[in-house]
């Protein structure tokens, strides 16, 4: 048996960066994660650091979202000093492609309700035509009409994160045991005791970040967190000369080493997290028709993943009612919030209360309304 300030379940990059988080904040904490076996999206994902059609109808989780990429330099540079290794970021900001008059239409009117519902925060955006678009993304295809661009967008080596963090957070003295799929939470308020396989934890705060796993482990602690898979299929190239300097939407960008990292569609096929002909192909043509010169770039891996997606696709964080201390936190854009979480979010914890400008990503929103009880 052992007592530390703080477990946390999940080592992906969302339980990574908040248990590096609450470390930086001098808690002892201690990570449980299940292992290979698990969903782990912090594995197989992009890589981007995306703002740009973040929050569409909630501001709240736009200025979240854009927070964490201003805060994405100092992290990158912190984990860089602390453990030497190198997630490198790129922020020259991204584009989305469109591919007609009305899609361009269709695209600004988006831009604009991030404008508008930004209010005094602003959300600064160019629509680039065909010969703008060339300027900034040499080589663009024929059939690309222009693209909307943001400079909050970014990229970077999402494995190089996911290790930085693990590395950062052992350093700072942080506890990480692999291969410990939590089964039992016993709860009560700011008292928590978690098995996994032959581990006893107990401590006054646990926060859960399971990925997936968490949709089972939530009612333990008197929560209900909806999350679905979904699934994305990614391909990469052979290394080529840098010739992409910022990432296009719809899965197109290039690595530092030179590779396209291209894909990224979206299927609910529950959790079947196989690869498809059908998916990687509709990633290729995508690819071909923004940047023809890629048809002769050889795919050398193609691997799929599983989203982790709440009803309406914004982040879920919440402390239970029941059982305070013990708190969740979900998102389908880990990669992006994670300066947020590492900062914001674990200093919040930390202090025992998640910040106002939160609320609003709670699990209260899925609850139904007491008009709407039984109605068919
Ligand atoms: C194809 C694809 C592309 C993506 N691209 C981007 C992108 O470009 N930018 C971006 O920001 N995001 C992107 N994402 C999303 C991003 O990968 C996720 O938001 C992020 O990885 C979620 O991290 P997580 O830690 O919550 O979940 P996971 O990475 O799934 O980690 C959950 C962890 O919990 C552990 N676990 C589960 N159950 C238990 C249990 N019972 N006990 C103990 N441990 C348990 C697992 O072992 C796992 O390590 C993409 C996702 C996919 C699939």
């Given at each position: 048996m052992t007592s530390i300030d703080a477990?946390?379940?999940?080592?992906?990059?969302?339980?990574?960066a908040l248990a590096f988080g609450l470390a930086r904040q001098g808690l002892k904490v201690k990570v449980l994660d299940e292992g290979d076996i698990a969903y782990r999206a912090s594995r197989g994902n992009a890589g981007v650091v995306w703002v740009q059609g973040k929050g569409y109808g909630c501001p709240e989780y736009q200025l979240w979202t854009r927070r964490s990429a201003e805060d994405w330099p100092n992290l990158a540079a912190e984990l860089l000093d602390g453990t030497n290794l190198d997630v490198r970021l790129e922020n020259?900001?991204?584009?989305v492609p469109y591919f007609s008059e009305e899609g361009r239409d269709?695209?600004?009117?988006?831009?604009?309700?991030?404008?508008?519902?930004?209010?005094?925060?602003?959300?600064?955006?160019?629509?680039?035509?065909?010969?703008?678009?060339?300027?900034?993304?040499p080589g663009i295809g024929p059939k690309v009409f222009g693209a909307s661009y943001t400079a909050y967008d970014g990229q970077v080596n999402p494995l190089n994160l996911l290790r930085a963090l693990h590395a950062a957070f052992l350093r700072l003295?942080?506890?990480?045991?692999?291969?410990?799929?939590?089964?039992?939470?016993?709860?009560?308020?700011?008292?928590?005791?978690?098995?996994?396989?032959?581990?006893?934890?107990?401590?006054?705060?646990?926060?859960?970040?399971?990925?997936?796993?968490?949709?089972?482990?939530?009612?333990?602690l008197g929560l209900s967190v909806p999350l679905e898979p979904q699934r994305g299929q990614v391909m990469i190239t052979e290394r080529?000369?840098?010739?992409?300097p910022l990432p296009v939407q719809g899965g197109i960008r290039q690595t530092h080493?030179?590779?396209?990292?291209?894909?990224?569609?979206?299927?609910?096929?529950?959790?079947?997290?196989?690869?498809?002909?059908?998916?990687?192909?509709?990633?290729?043509?995508?690819?071909?028709?923004?940047?023809?010169?890629?048809?002769?770039?050889?795919?050398?891996?193609?691997?799929?993943?599983?989203?982790?997606?709440?009803?309406?696709?914004?982040?879920?964080?919440?402390?239970?009612?029941?059982?305070?201390?013990?708190?969740?936190?979900?998102?389908?854009?880990?990669?992006?919030?994670?300066?947020?979480?590492?900062?914001?979010?674990?200093?919040?914890?930390?202090?025992?209360?998640?910040?106002e400008e939160l609320a609003r990503l709670s699990t209260r929103r899925f609850e139904k309304s007491a008009a709407n009880q039984g109605q068919p």
């Open positions: 477990i946390v379940i999940g080592g992906g990059v969302v339980g990574g020259r900001g991204g584009v269709k695209r600004q009117a988006l831009m604009e309700q991030l404008r508008i519902e930004a209010g005094n925060a602003g959300f600064e955006y160019d629509m680039l035509d065909r010969r703008e678009l060339a300027r900034l993304v003295g942080g506890r990480y045991v692999s291969n410990a799929r939590v089964t039992k939470i016993e709860a009560a308020p700011h008292a928590f005791t978690v098995r996994a396989g032959v581990e006893t934890v107990t401590a006054p705060k646990l926060i859960l970040a399971a990925g997936l796993g968490t949709v089972a482990l939530a009612p333990s080529v000369d840098q010739t992409l080493e030179g590779a396209f990292q291209l894909g990224g569609t979206a299927g609910n096929t529950g959790f079947d997290d196989r690869t498809t002909i059908q998916g990687l192909s509709q990633g290729a043509s995508f690819a071909v028709d923004c940047l023809p010169y890629l048809a002769g770039v050889k795919v050398v891996r193609a691997w799929s993943a599983l989203r982790i997606m709440s009803p309406d696709e914004f982040p879920i964080y919440e402390q239970s009612g029941e059982f305070p201390g013990a708190f969740v936190a979900t998102c389908h854009s880990g990669v992006t919030l994670a300066a947020a979480h590492t900062y914001r979010l674990a200093k919040s914890i930390a202090g025992g209360a998640l910040p």
